[in-house]
């Protein structure tokens, strides 16, 4: 008698026990949340940044799968549809062509996989497509004014910087990637930001660098071949170039015999804050990785939740529903913090 009871309690304890477990369908459902991330170049510096800020934010929260497009659109997209397949709840995107964003969006809306795209905005027109798409970046144009009022500042206040004496800033740019957003804007509203100032130029040369200091060391190594001493200033579009074009720069002898060439640059990354310290690069400005990863990460996780991310829940201001611009900040170098 009383081992039926017992078995009668047992089952019952039982049945209790599965009614419990099926009112929380959901229990395991947070550790089944992945997000995966698509970066257009492992190889990339600030991208490097940008993808150590997304990691450090998964530990002990949803985790990220982090896969490399080696610079081929081709294979992101792969890339892309193997993410969806695996079930990912959010993908974030740092697109390798920015005009390939609008079939990236169309693919993922089809099997409702909510994007976040990074780094490389996509057009408005791609963007609108469907609500559950975002973008994180910094405005490209405050980053060209900045470095131009950097490079205003050094000449306006350093004579010997017109090594010509003809009254117009001799200089060369060495751009990013071509039709890249931030290189066309930031190479634009530098060299506006110096006409503002009435400063007169003269550009001797311009190529592009792809983003990479081997691109950078190229470029200048050129520009001194064909117009040496009559450089007075370079303009890179990013932190990269800047220090190849440094390093070509102190293989003609400048920095030592030749005397100094202000340089500036774009992110403020670790190797461009060591040549900040060092005196060698004039200026940079810093664009934010690790609260670009952030405000992504946020905005993934929400969506991942299933909730509609908000400048309350993600802790960014959200403008446009949309878009999150982290701000760019001028870092001068020490000679103009002298
Ligand atoms: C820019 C950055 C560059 C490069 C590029 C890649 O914002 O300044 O260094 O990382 O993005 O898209
Ligand atoms: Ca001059």
């Known amino acids: 008698m009383l081992s039926f009871f017992l078995n009668e309690r047992m089952k019952r304890l039982f049945v209790l026990l599965l009614l419990v477990l099926s009112l929380f369908p959901s229990c395991n459902k947070q550790e089944e949340l992945k997000i995966g991330v698509a970066v257009y170049d492992f190889n990339d510096s600030f991208i490097s940044e940008v993808r150590k800020a997304i990691i450090a934010c998964s530990e002990n929260d949803i985790p990220v799968t982090i896969v490399d497009a080696g610079g081929r659109q081709q294979k992101q997209n792969e890339q892309i549809e193997q993410l969806i397949k695996e079930g990912y709840s959010v993908i974030i995107i740092n697109s390798v062509d920015r005009t390939a964003s609008g079939v990236l969006i169309d693919k993922c809306m089809q099997n409702d996989v ?95 660098g792809d983003w990479s200091r081997s691109g950078g060391y190229d470029a200048m190594s050129s520009f001194i071949l064909h117009s040496g001493d009559r450089i007075e200033a370079v303009f890179a579009n990013n932190d990269d170039m800047a220090l190849g074009a440094l390093e070509a720069l102190q293989e ?87």
Do not use: C
């Open 114 to 208: 909510p994007l976040v795209f990074i780094n490389r905005e996509p057009v408005k027109d791609d963007m609108a497509k469907w609500d559950e798409v975002y973008y994180v970046g910094a405005r490209a144009e405050d980053s060209g004014r900045m470095a131009g009022e950097l490079m205003a500042s050094y000449w306006l206040t350093h004579p010997e910087a017109d090594k010509n004496n003809d009254g117009v800033m001799q200089y060369v740019v060495i751009k990013g990637e071509t039709g890249h957003q931030d290189t066309e804007l930031r190479t634009e509203y530098f060299i506006e930001t110096l006409l503002e100032k009435n400063i007169m130029l003269e550009k001797l040369h311009e190529d592009t």
């Open 252 to 338: 003609n002898g400048y920095f030592s015999s030749k005397g100094f060439v202000p340089v500036i640059g774009i992110d403020g990354t670790p190797a461009g804050k060591a040549a900040l310290e060092n005196g060698m690069l004039l200026g940079t400005v810093f664009n934010d990785a690790e609260n670009q990863g952030r405000a992504a990460y946020n905005i993934a996780k929400m969506l991942a939740e299933g909730k509609k991310p908000t400048s309350e829940n993600i802790g960014y201001d959200i403008i446009d529903n949309r878009y999150v611009w982290i701000p760019y900040r001028p870092l001068p170098g020490i000679i103009l913090s002298r």
